[in-house]
């Protein structure tokens, strides 16, 4: 069975600190994905890796970074948290073209 | 500019009822439709997927219409459950230049809510 794990379903963090939100995925998938949702604005993604080392910025990387060092883990990095980096994040993964799957959702507090 | 308007944005209906919830799409080139059902604190959890040449699929009571001319799909829920109280999200994928992203536009989501 497909699975997608979040490191946390919920965090809560203080504004400047360094969060660290990480995903794994077991379907040996190459490419993972970072979304941010929000009420009325939707899915948004922040960034998107299609290999090993290799990453795209989405529509809204400012003030984030990623890293993946292996194929299967993909880390989303809020440098300095700030509360409009107060959201629901959502990790997908997919294989080339196929159907994405999401993971359960870190939903994060920055206060 | 590469679009997916979804409609209505919240519905309301008893338990038991039939729904259907709309969704347009200004992409081009198009590759295919998935609708995906989010619940509540969840990750979304993917539906149906439709292509070009397909016009309906089911899964279940939900069952999905593409209009690839008029650029219009649709989502049929049948006899309704309170599990069913979710948000839907509409996801066109555009043929892009093959990289991995593949151009996936998300509709912002219709939450139905199916009370007793």
């Known amino acids: 069975d497909v699975k997608v794990t979040q490191s946390s379903r919920y965090l809560v963090k203080r504004t400047g600190e360094k969060v660290f939100l990480e995903c794994v995925q077991d379907?040996?998938?190459?490419?993972m994905f970072w979304y941010r949702q929000d009420p009325g604005l939707g899915l948004r993604l922040i960034y998107f890796?299609?290999?090993?080392?290799?990453?795209e910025k989405g529509d809204i990387p400012e003030g984030y970074s990623v890293s993946r060092e292996k194929k299967e883990r993909f880390s989303l990095i809020l440098e300095s948290a700030s509360t409009n980096q107060t959201s629901m994040y959502l990790c997908?993964?997919?294989?080339?073209?196929?159907?994405?799957?999401f993971g359960p959702g870190t939903r994060l507090l920055v206060l | 500019k590469n679009q997916v308007e979804q409609s209505p944005q919240s519905l309301i209906i008893l338990e038991g009822k039939n729904c259907t919830l709309q969704?347009?799409?200004?992409?081009?080139?198009?590759?295919?439709l998935r609708w995906y059902k989010q619940d509540t604190g969840r990750g979304p959890v993917s539906l149906t997927i439709?292509?070009?040449?397909?016009n309906t699929k089911s899964n279940g009571r939900y069952t999905a219409t593409l209009d690839a001319d008029t650029k219009q799909s649709s989502l049929h829920i049948t006899a309704s459950q309170l599990s069913d109280s979710a948000s839907y999200i509409c996801?066109?994928?555009?043929?892009?230049?093959?990289?991995?992203?593949?151009?996936?536009?998300f509709g912002k989501g219709t939450k139905l809510s199916v009370k007793p």
């Open positions: 997908a993964s997919r294989q080339r073209q196929e159907t994405q799957y």
């Open positions: 379907m040996d998938h190459e490419n």
């Open positions: 890796s299609y290999d090993v080392k290799m990453k």
């Open positions: 969704c347009n799409y200004t992409v081009s080139p198009f590759s295919n």
């Open positions: 439709m292509t070009f040449s397909e």
């Open positions: 996801v066109v994928s555009a043929r892009g230049d093959g990289g991995s992203q593949g151009n996936l536009i």
